[in-house]
Structures are given as structure tokens and as C-alpha cells.
């Protein structure tokens, strides 16, 4: 199944598999990932890779000139953070931070960014440039926006630039990767209904924001179903409910929020005035106060064409031309990499890893068989930007 023409010798695979396995380890959350930059930082020393550090506070890049530095400058990127969930597992190099976990794979994608590093800084074959971009926060705190606030493309004006993901579900070592959107824009809400509270038993004298929060919740659910046009996609969950503090209190404040999910500007406008509309009546109705507190995290995940089309001659040469997947139904899930896709044309690839334990679940664990994978799709499309293309 794997590639042929890019050969990753056996001491590189352990290598990559030790880095995941440290990585996996010693996790960090959002802003705090001061072991794995500095991991990350030396392991690209020792390549021979330039390293500057600073960007969106723990960012690391690598700057690696090929044998002539004329040419395209492409951007390969990983994430550093992990996410805050308690690991359930019995694994020799579970996390070592409690309360803390890799569960969605970004060990994994560290260790195959270093990986074609590695190999590429032992094969400069190319014209240009390659920066190799290890992103912070990317799980809720927007590390791809800080990093292009904070310059990222005015220091490393990349001409394009790629990502992956593992995607659990899919076949072990499939590729998905096409023009168009991979995954959906990412906003979040949050109502405060406030009331008045008091004692329980005497509900008559009270302004209740349990029940507001009631029919807000049951309210909510009919706007995808009745609102939104059924050949349009829009997702919205409610995640989070809060108030109260004691069985015979009647709390003055309720909160609920979540997160809504949509591919098109149109649609994600229309849910959010339905949001505000149904907080409105259901406010007049209960004779309560409801605010609506919306904020957009994550824009769509949209592939460029050209740069898609490039990714899928990449991975036909990663795997067996069956194993490339052209046509693929998008995700709702959401990725901050779509930030820097709204700045420089790029794609986006899932990578299967086979049955298992999801993402952001507590057992889950990177498929250490996707390494070799990951790192010479990414190679390849080095060769396809810098040497091919």
C-alpha cells in the first residue's frame, strides 16, 4: 500500500514513533505547550533546520532551504496542543499530566511533520523553500488567527500551504482529499436568562429561568428542522446548561450554551437570527431576560483547487491510487487551519486510521501505523510543489 518512490528508513520510523510516543506523554493545553515547542524546537535543530520561535507564544518554525533557494515557498503544518480530558488507558507512555491528553492525534502530527523533515533535510532535491509551521491552541483558542495576526505570512510568505488529520472511521491508511469544503465553519453561543429565583415551594412569586431554559433548548432543535432549507447544512447542539446551587432554590440565572455548525454564510446568518428571534418570544412569554452572547471561532475548511488536485497526486503516490479518496462527503467538524486557508491557497487531507475510539475520547490513542504514511504524503507533496510542479 505504501509508496515506492520515497523510501523512510527503518531508524527514521523509530524515531518518529519514539517522538510521538514522548509526545504523547508530556500533552499541554492551549498557550502552554512549553515541553513540546521546546521538543519540537531541538529535534528540528539537530535536522540542521533553522528554528525561529515566538509566533502566538509557542509557535515553532523550521526554515529549509533546498538546493537552490529560488523557486515556491510552501508551508507544511502541525498542531502542538492537547486537549483537557482525563486518559483512560494503560499505555507505557500514557500522559503523565493529569487531566490532560493527546485525543485527537496531534502527537501524531508532530511526529510525522518531523518526519519529512527529517527526510527532507537529508534530501534537498528541491527549489524553494519548505517552512514547517508547529501551530498552538488549535482546539479553542484560535492558534491560526494568532499566529497570522502576530505575521505569519508576512515573515514566511508562503505560496501555499497543506495540513492532514488522522480521521478514525475511515480505512487504515486512506487518503481524503478534494477541492472544495472538508469541514464546517464553527460558532459558538450562549443565553443568560435571567429571572428572579427564591424559594421553591412558592414558584408564584418567582420569574423561573429553569423553565425558560426549557423551552429555549426544546426551541432550539426546530431551527435546523423547520428553518433551514433542507438541501443547505447547519448542525446545532447544545452542550452546556448551568444554574442552581441547591434542591429548594429557584436560581436567578440560567445559562445555556453550544455550538453551531454550517458550510454557508447565508445559513450560519439565518441560525443566528433565529436564535435571537426564539430568545425574544420565549424572554415575553416567561417574563424573564434572555442575552445572546454568538461568536464565530472557525471559518469554513475549504480546499483550493489546484493545490487540491497537487495533494491528491501526492497521495496517490503515499498509497495505491484505490486508496485516495476524490469525492468525499464533508465534515461538521471544524478545523482553525481554515484561517490560514483564507489567507493562502492550500488543502487539507484526512488520513483513516481504522475502527476504534474517536477523537476527544478518553481511550483514544494515534495509530502509530499511520507515521510512515503521514510523512511521505507530506514529502511527496514537497516534490510535487518544489521539484515536479
Known amino acids: 500500500m505504501l509508496s515506492r518512490d520515497i523510501l523512510i528508513d527503518k531508524s527514521a520510523l523509530v524515531r518518529m514513533r519514539e517522538w510521538r510516543h514522548f509526545l504523547h506523554a508530556h500533552p499541554e ?3 502552554k505547550e512549553d515541553i513540546t515547542s521546546d521538543f519540537v524546537a531541538e529535534r528540528l535543530t ?14 515553532v ?20 496542543d492537547a486537549l483537557p480530558i482525563t486518559e483512560k488507558s494503560n499505555l507505557s507512555y500514557r500522559s ?7 485525543a485527537c492525534g496531534h502527537d501524531g502530527h508532530m511526529a510525522m511533520l518531523l518526519g519529512a523533515a527529517d527526510y527532507l533535510s537529508n534530501h534537498r532535491s528541491f527549489s524553494g523553500t519548505v517552512v514547517f509551521i508547529f501551530q498552538p491552541a488549535e482546539e479553542n483558542e484560535g492558534g491560526a488567527v494568532r499566529m497570522i495576526e502576530e505575521g505569519l505570512f508576512e515573515k514566511y510568505p508562503v505560496d501555499a500551504i497543506y495540513a492532514l488529520h488522522n480521521w478514525p472511521g475511515l480505512p487504515t491508511g486512506c487518503i481524503v482529499v478534494h477541492p472544495g469544503p472538508m469541514m464546517a465553519q464553527y460558532d459558538i453561543f450562549e443565553f443568560t436568562i435571567i429571572g428572579c429565583g427564591g424559594h421553591s415551594a412558592m414558584p408564584q412569586d418567582l420569574r423561573d429561568p429553569t423553565v425558560a431554559a426549557g423551552q429555549l433548548i426544546n426551541a432550539i432543535q426546530t431551527i435546523v428542522a423547520r428553518d433551514i432549507d433542507p438541501f443547505e447544512q447547519g448542525v446545532i447542539s447544545v452542550t452546556r446548561l448551568e444554574g442552581g446551587n441547591a434542591f429548594n432554590v429557584v436560581p436567578d440565572v440560567v445559562t445555556v450554551g453550544g455550538s453551531v455548525r454550517t458550510f454557508e454564510h447565508k445559513v450560519q446568518l439565518r441560525i443566528r437570527e433565529r436564535l435571537l428571534a426564539i430568545a425574544e418570544g420565549i424572554g415575553a412569554a416567561l417574563d424573564v431576560r434572555i442575552t445572546l452572547n454568538y461568536e464565530c471561532r472557525f471559518f469554513p475548511t475549504i480546499n483550493s483547487a489546484r493545490e487540491a ?3 491528491q497526486r501526492a497521495a496517490c503516490r503515499a498509497v495505491d491510487t484505490n486508496w485516495v479518496e476524490a ?22 487531507a ?15 490513542d494515534f495509530n502509530d501505523a499511520l507515521l510512515q504514511l503521514g510523512a511521505t504524503y507530506l514529502i511527496a507533496i514537497v516534490d510535487e510543489e518544489l521539484v515536479t510542479g
Not at 469525492?327 to 487539507?348: I, K, N, Q, T
Open 29 to 31: 493545553i492551549a498557550y
Open 46 to 59: 539537530e535536522m540542521g533546520i533553522e528554528v525561529e520561535r515566538g509566533l502566538a507564544g509557542t509557535g
Open 61 to 80: 518554525i523550521g526554515i529549509l532551504q533546498g538546493t537552490a533557494s529560488l523557486g515556491r515557498s510552501i508551508g507544511l503544518r502541525a498542531e502542538l
Open 96 to 102: 503523565a499530566n493529569e487531566g490532560v491528553m493527546h
Open 309 to 311: 488536485t497537487l495533494a
Open 327 to 348: 469525492r468525499f462527503r464533508p465534515s461538521m467538524a471544524s478545523e482553525d487551519f481554515s484561517a490560514m486557508l483564507m489567507e493562502r491557497p492550500g488543502a487539507f
Open 350 to 364: 484526512w488520513i483513516g486510521s481504522g475502527e476504534g475510539p474517536g477523537l476527544h475520547q478518553s481511550s483514544f
